[in-house]
């Protein structure tokens, strides 16, 4: 009889990538900073980390302001400063509210642009779990409603959440991938209401959820 | 103030916004009538619009303020002038329907310190050294141009004190102190300052409360002669790539009016302490002194700003000068405000800082004998903050101004700087560039 041998499972991998933003970062940096470490985290559930062994520099330049961040790839560290000084190794044009939509053709090393994009433009969570992070993180913001009502308009009507309890509540409704976008950081609060999303509360409500906004989008 | 003697068709309410930018409105001389004890409804908006005009978002509102609730601005009625004929001058202060001051209103600010600073019996004269930078283009041929490459008045040398100055430059001038005068601003004196097209402006000492009000009217003067002489003038911090501008604030403190900073052999011990107290906040106070993006390209070394937390006795490389010897002028310079700044909040800082040395007896650190600018890290003298973010974080944590000017004028002063901030950098500022567009567009004319 052939003797077995037992063979541990492996463990879930909990090492990722480290995301290093600079300083005083300015909000771009922020958001792309932010937008990686999302991106590495899902290495960690399972997936695989897209900017891990990464070597280089690539310059991402917003397409209609002057926003520019470098970010360094250095295996198994990447770091995100702001602006672009000497000659990067790959370079690309993007639209910052449009979830890092590239509006030029990359130049440089377009391997290395192609993968930083992949990673900058990681498909939308749903939203129910996108709006249950969102309200975790908002919680410690002054001031910040109670519950969150959400109702989104999906491909099978409209789904409903709530998140939260207590007695002061906040209204957001919109296209499920739009509103996922925004709990997620991708999208911006305030742009999003000119695209279709829709508030029920006081403006002092959507001052504080813009700030609750700003904490998922740019980590301030 | 002068007293009205013209036939009055109508009042200028007059009060800043948080930006430091003069607001108002005129009514006739009936509705003034009408309302003067009970004061004007105005709509809260004007503490949360930005220069822009967009709404600040960003914090929680407190519960005076909702959907753009109505506030009482209730006419100071000894700032009272004629400011020109027909027409009449007031400044006032926000208040609350239940009669409280709107906390965040900058004039009730230096007015709650001022009180403050009587209960401890003392009184606080100040002054200021205002600089503005006149340009030949008229304000319109400046809004052309997005307000870049206009022509210094009185020639594009810089110079200081040259009596030299093309008549163009002098008439202006001239006509300021002319008007200062008719509207009752006392001021002491007027120069040539560094820069090509800039002067410099002094305001005689009074009590913190007048003296914003002064302030505040004469800027609004400049720029009234500016604009009648087809002109135009700037209060940015930066107006131009090249030259910063400040205004450098004098406080001392007297009682039964005698000077308590002055001492035989220098700083007093309330002066030690006032500068202990300037310098513990001046971090914080960077984000109210330096209120805007351009505010922060000033810091450069040697060229004027101060750039480090620092004070000496008679060294105006340091942020807080120390004037010792004289019983009648033992002052401080507090030298760290752009000239940008919101005259009563710049007070408010002040105040708060000479209140926090006093009362808590704070000890300043070592007086800085050498040039403060280019200082080594291993002297231990902190830099002043050189962003918006980091000088907001810095106001967000100082327990000292939080306790004298408040927790909701702190958190909403630091979240509408946090809004400049976003703004800036999302809407078109380039952080790069020496002076952007963007800044260009949005400071030149305002606060």
């Known amino acids: ?101 590239p509006t030029e053709e990359p130049t440089g090393d377009a391997g290395l642009a192609a993968a930083l994009l992949r990673a900058l433009r990681l498909p939308m969570a749903p939203w129910r779990d996108a709006a249950a992070r969102f309200w975790e993180v908002a919680r410690g913001i002054p001031g910040i409603p109670d519950v969150l009502v959400v109702e989104a308009l999906g491909a099978n009507g409209v789904e409903r959440g709530r998140f939260g309890e207590g007695a002061t509540t906040y209204g957001i409704a919109g296209p499920a991938d739009l509103l996922a976008g925004v709990f997620s950081g991708a999208d911006d609060l305030l742009t999003s209401l000119g695209a279709g999303v829709q508030v029920q509360g006081t403006l002092a409500q959507l001052s504080v959820m813009t700030a609750a906004s700003w904490k998922v989008r740019f980590d301030v | 103030m002068s007293d009205t003697t013209t036939a009055r068709r109508a009042v200028r309410l007059e009060a800043t916004n948080h930006e430091g930018s003069l607001l108002g409105k005129n009514v006739s001389s009936a509705k003034f009538e009408a309302g003067k004890e009970t004061g004007f409804a105005f709509a809260d908006i004007l503490f949360a619009i930005d220069l822009n005009n967009e709404i600040v978002l960003g914090d929680a509102f407190p519960d005076w303020r909702g959907n753009l609730y109505d506030i009482q601005m209730i006419p100071d009625l000894t700032t009272l002038v004629e400011w020109k004929p027909g027409l009449d001058s007031v400044i006032g202060d926000y ?29 606080a004269p100040v002054a200021v050294e205002i600089e503005a930078t006149l340009f030949e283009e008229s304000v319109q041929e400046a809004r052309s141009r997005g307000y870049r490459d206009l022509t ?149 070394d040697l060229t004027g700003p101060p750039t480090t937390v620092s004070w000496g006795v008679n060294n105006k490389t340091a942020a807080v000068r120390a004037i010792t010897g004289h019983p009648k002028y033992s002052r401080l310079e507090y030298r760290l405000p752009g000239a940008d700044v919101n ?22 650190p070592a007086e800085v004998t050498d040039m ?76």
Request: glycine share 10%; with cysteine; hydrophobic share 40%.
């Open chain 1, 1 to 101: 009889m052939t003797e077995s041998t037992t063979i541990e499972a492996p463990s879930p991998r909990l090492e990722m990538t480290r995301i290093l933003v600079e300083d005083d970062a300015t909000p771009v940096v922020r958001l792309i900073g932010r937008t990686l470490r999302d991106a590495a985290a899902v290495a960690r559930d399972g997936g695989d980390d897209l900017v891990a062994g990464l070597l280089g520099t690539v310059a991402v330049r917003s397409h209609d302001t002057p926003q520019a961040a470098t970010v360094t790839l250095a295996g198994d560290v990447v770091e995100v400063t702001s602006g672009v000084f000497g000659e990067p190794a790959a370079s690309v044009v993007v639209d910052l509210n449009a979830r890092f939509g």
């Open chain 2, 95 to 123: 208040w609350l329907k239940d009669g409280t001051p709107v906390p965040i209103c900058p004039r009730n600010l230096v007015r709650r310190l001022v009180a403050r600073l009587a209960d401890d019996g003392y009184d």
């Open chain 2, 152 to 300: 210094p008045l009185g020639g594009s040398t810089g110079a200081t004190y040259h009596l030299a100055r093309s008549g163009d430059w002098i008439a202006y001038m001239e006509a300021v102190v002319e008007r200062l005068d008719r509207v009752g601003i006392a001021w002491e004196a007027w120069t040539d300052e560094a820069a090509p097209g800039q002067t410099e402006l002094n305001l005689a000492p009074t009590d913190p409360v007048r003296l914003g009000d002064n302030w505040a009217r004469t800027r609004q003067v400049m720029r009234e002669v500016a604009h009648e002489l087809g002109h135009t003038v700037s209060f940015m911090a930066k107006p131009t790539a090249g030259f910063g501008q400040g205004a450098h604030i004098n406080v001392s403190l007297q009682s039964d009016g005698v000077n308590r900073f002055f001492a035989e052999d220098g700083p007093s011990d309330l002066m030690r302490n006032a500068v202990g107290g300037l310098l513990a906040t001046m971090e914080g106070n960077t984000s109210i002194a330096f209120p805007q993006i351009t505010s922060y390209r000033r810091l450069v």
């Open chain 2, 343 to 364: 005259p009563y909040l710049a007070l408010a800082g002040v105040l708060a800082g000479v209140l926090a040395g006093i009362e808590q007896r704070i000890e300043p």
């Open chain 2, 372 to 447: 403060a600018w280019c200082l080594p890290d291993s002297r231990g003298v902190p830099r002043i903050p050189d962003t918006m973010s980091k000088a907001g974080a810095a106001l967000d944590a100082d327990p000292l101004l939080r306790e004298y000017l408040g927790d909701e004028f702190v958190d909403f002063w630091v979240a509408s700087r946090r809004w400049e901030w976003m703004e800036f950098h999302t809407k078109g500022g380039d952080p790069f560039a020496e002076l952007s567009a963007w800044e260009s567009q949005r400071y030149f004319e305002f606060p």
